[in-house]
Structures are given as structure tokens and as C-alpha cells.
Nanobody, 121 residues
Framework: QVQLVESGGGLVQAGGSLRLSCAAS????????MGWYRQAPGKQRELVAS???????NYADSVKGRFTISRGNAKNTVYLQMNSLKPEDTAVYYC???????????????WGQGTQVTVSS
């Protein structure tokens, strides 16, 4: 079974920075797309950023120019560098992996447990 483990959330003042990390475990051969979603209280979960195995990236308009997504050399890790944070960035951030090929077969969609990011004004 594939698992995603996130780290790096916390409390930061507006204008500050945080770096989120996510590592996939489970004897993985490849992952098509890794991404970060967020869900604020009372709101739907939304895509923040995603990156393909080939390095193509996609960002929500609200974070363009402030957040950067990247994948580690092992390709089973993904990072989200968040700069110039705003109070409206406050949410639980979830790591996601799509199209995971591993030793037992394939999982189409895997989620992490989430990490809280709180930005104070």
C-alpha cells in the first residue's frame, strides 16, 4: 500500500515563508502527477499546484508567483515552497499522488493525512 507523509506546516506571520514536503513510500516504481491541495474551513478542497513526472507544473491563480512546486531527485517526493504568505492561505494542505505504479500494482489516487498551515495577519 502506498502512503504519503507530509511535513512542514505551521504558524507563520503574513509575508513569511513555509516549505511543505511530501514523501511517498511503498516500493514505488513511478508516479505520474504529484500535487498539493488545500481546504479551508467551510470551503471545498482546491488544487494549489501540481507537477508531472516530466516536470510540467500547474498553479492556482491565487498562488502564482508566490508558491513553487518541485519534485525531488528520487521522484517520490514533492515540495511546495510558499512565499509571501497571506492570511487567506490558511488551510489544511494535502499531498496527492496520481497514477502510482508500485510493486503490488497501481493506485490511481493517493492522499496524505494533511498538514495545517496558519498565516496570521
Amino acid at each position: 500500500q502506498v502512503q504519503l507523509v507530509e511535513s512542514g506546516g505551521g504558524l507563520v506571520q503574513a509575508g513569511g515563508s513555509l516549505r511543505l514536503s511530501c514523501a511517498a513510500s511503498g516500493s514505488i516504481f513511478s508516479i505520474n502527477v504529484m500535487g498539493w491541495y488545500r481546504q479551508a474551513p467551510g470551503k471545498q478542497r482546491e488544487l494549489v499546484a501540481s507537477i508531472t513526472s516530466g516536470g510540467s507544473t500547474n498553479y492556482a491563480d491565487s498562488v502564482k508567483g508566490r508558491f513553487t512546486i518541485s519534485r525531488g531527485n528520487a521522484k517520490n517526493t514533492v515540495y511546495l515552497q510558499m512565499n509571501s504568505l497571506k492570511p487567506e492561505d490558511t488551510a489544511v494542505y494535502y499531498c496527492n499522488a496520481e497514477g502510482v505504479s508500485y510493486y503490488l500494482g497501481r493506485q490511481n489516487n493517493v492522499w496524505g493525512q494533511g498538514t495545517q498551515v496558519t498565516v496570521s495577519s
